[in-house]
């Protein structure tokens, strides 16, 4: 099990498939929105044409109208690995959602719901605050109050009603590092002012591969749930298409709102310890990262670099 990780614009899809092709394996695709059918250019999902016959799996499996689920994600993830791997069949993971990464990899659960505890909990915070509920929350869960901020009503809530539910700290289910799938995880990433250009270019290569036209199509065809008409990108051409912005000022906007995306990708990969960093701009990236793969299953392969080598990539 291999995944290939870091902040968009990296090159991950191309890394992945170059990996698969060398592992006689398959990717398995881990960006939360290109789950999603129809919605190609602003995720720049590979063309089938582009992927050297290697299959992909989990690419088109919702329709834009519904909402991403990563409990959903983690279960299709987990039947989709069994299955390769009892064809003996190596699996390369490819994705910038650090959540869906680690559904995929890691000891993760995902508690379900309780709509009536919920509304009573939206309420107090309506009427006292967020802060009322932080306090709830530092009395029963101190690990959790202090990872969660005091205005986050969403996540308040949330812990709550998990304690409410399972009767156990939040806190004890929060992501950890502890694989539940074995994994080599490489990260690709490279020095900021060269991501930046990256992906002022990428940007400029979906406007001309017609994004502006696939949201147009989107929304006519069934229209964009909440998780997808959020996205990157998208985002940006719904207020062109509502009159609101210019195409520049969507375009400049859609820059802006990925160089935020890439760098909160870079926080989340960044905090794992068992990602072993490569330079994105490097050239011969194809040949060291399978040189990693080699010393993995060799069992050669020592401990990541610390944290100097993301220092020198510019995170």
């Known amino acids: 099990m291999v995944a ?4 968009t614009a990296t090159g991950k899809s191309d890394l992945g498939i170059a990996l698969a092709l060398a592992l006689g394996g398959d990717v398995v695709n881990a960006d939360a929105l290109q789950l999603y059918r129809g919605m190609d250019v602003g995720t720049a999902k590979v063309p089938t044409g582009d992927r050297h016959g290697v299959v992909h799996h989990l690419l088109d499996v919702l329709d834009p109208a519904q909402d991403a689920s990563v409990a959903d994600y983690q279960g299709w993830g987990r039947a989709v690995l069994d299955d390769l791997g009892g064809a003996g069949r190596a699996a390369v993971a490819v994705g910038g959602s650090g959540l869906y990464v680690r559904a995929l990899l890691d000891h993760l659960e995902f508690p379900g719901t309780d709509p009536a505890l919920r509304e009573r909990l939206e309420s107090r915070a309506a009427d006292g605050g967020p802060g009322l509920l932080h306090a709830d929350l530092a009395a029963v869960d101190p690990e959790a109050a202090a990872r969660i901020g005091s205005r986050n009503t969403r996540r308040l809530v949330r812990a709550l009603e998990v ?6 700290p939040y806190s004890a289910a929060l992501p950890r590092h502890e694989y539940a799938v ?15 250009a990256r992906v002022a270019g990428r940007v400029d290569r979906m406007w001309a591969a017609g994004l502006v036209d696939e949201v147009r199509g989107l929304t006519a065809g069934g229209g964009l749930g909440r998780t997808a008409a959020r996205a990157v990108g998208y985002a940006q051409v719904l207020e062109l298409l509502a009159g609101r912005v210019t195409e520049q000022d969507a375009r400049d906007a859609t820059v802006a709102a990925t160089r935020r995306l890439a760098r909160r990708q870079m926080g989340w990969f960044g905090r794992d310890p068992r990602v072993h960093w490569l330079d994105a701009a490097d050239p011969r990236l194809v040949e060291h990262a399978r040189e990693l793969v080699a010393r993995h299953v060799s069992g050669d392969l020592p401990a990541p670099a610390d944290a100097g080598t993301r220092r020198r990539l510019g995170a």
Request: hydrophobic letters at 45%; one cysteine or more; glycine letters at 16%.
């Open 4 to 7: 290939v990780v870091g902040p």
């Open 163 to 168: 304690i409410g539910l399972t009767g156990r």
């Open 182 to 196: 074995p994994a080599l995880q490489i990260g690709v990433d490279c020095d900021r002012a060269v991501l930046d």
